[in-house]
């Protein structure tokens, strides 16, 4: 994939997940009741990031939550 394909995708992807904590904090002070709008561009945002990132990138991520998860139950 294209260079400013991924970078694209990261940039949507991130303006995504911004504009989810900012629903999440609107459905906290007014009680709108917007959790499936929420959950579905989280979804969509964490497809576009994951699309954006290099495998080596993925690979460190993916090392890095091992290793958490490998602490947290050691």
């Known amino acids: 994939m294209n260079n400013d394909v991924k970078g694209i995708c990261l940039f949507l992807g991130l303006i995504g997940l911004g504009y989810v904590a900012l629903l999440i904090i609107v459905a906290l002070l007014t ?27 993925k690979s460190r991520l993916s090392n890095y939550l091992k290793s958490l998860a490998y602490k947290q139950f050691a």
Do not use: D, E, H, Y
């Not at 709008?37 to 990138?57: A, K, M, Y």
């Open 31 to 57: 009680g709108a009741k917007i959790i499936k709008s929420i959950f579905f561009i989280s979804i969509f945002s964490t497809f576009l990031i994951s699309l954006g990132l290099t495998p080596q990138v």
